[in-house]
């Protein structure tokens, strides 16, 4: 059972890396190898960046917008609570099903994928409300100005792909959300 989720999940994850090089026509390098292999691709980071953004007035309102809707406090217990569902699931494995170590951690890494991704979706909606409260405080033409720039910055990455492995949206979905408008690069 346990083997046959694990080349689902391999078989998947090839299909999500196949349709993203076809529909961004970039290549993904060593990290799209690694991210194929479970558990290796908990750990594998995701670069998001061709270059540094600038900075602007919009991002430090954005931050600002972070501060005052208190992102990091909620971010950080959503955090805890997974990991408590966690270590509830991997003692329950262990001592009830008497799995071995290595099935209970290979059992937790599957059922984190999901988790994960929803914990991705709650980043991306505090990202929406930083861009709204930025939007507010700066207008339209400042957040259009700034989202430009942005995509010149940041690796376009699919919606789809994003949602799996980024726990930030990508400047088409975000442009889409403030401005009504998808910006690309
Ligand atoms: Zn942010």
Redesign the pocket.
């Known amino acids: 059972m346990l083997g046959i989720f694990l080349i689902l999940e391999i078989a998947a994850r090839l299909t999500l890396e196949i349709r993203e090089r076809r529909l961004t026509q970039m290549r993904g390098g060593v990290f799209a190898l690694l991210r194929l292999i479970p558990l290796v691709n908990d750990i594998v980071p995701l670069p998001e960046h061709r270059k540094a953004p600038a900075e602007s007035e919009f991002q430090k309102k954005?931050?600002e917008g972070?501060a005052e809707l208190r992102h990091g406090i909620l971010r950080n217990l959503a955090k805890i609570a997974l990991l408590l569902l966690a270590v509830w699931l991997f003692a329950f494995l262990l001592a009830s099903r008497e799995m071995s170590l290595v099935e209970a951690v290979l059992w937790l890494h599957l059922a984190a994928i999901p988790f994960r991704t929803v914990f991705h979706l709650y980043c991306w909606h505090?990202?929406y409300e930083?861009d709204h409260y930025a939007f507010e405080k700066l207008g339209k033409k400042v957040a259009k100005a700034a989202m430009r720039d942005l995509a010149t910055s940041e690796i376009p990455y699919t919606k789809l792909f994003a949602a799996i492995y980024r726990e930030?949206p990508t400047v088409a979905i975000r442009s889409q959300k403030i401005l009504n408008k998808e910006i690309k690069a």
Request: no cysteine.
């Open positions: 954005h931050e972070h505090q990202e930083a930030h």
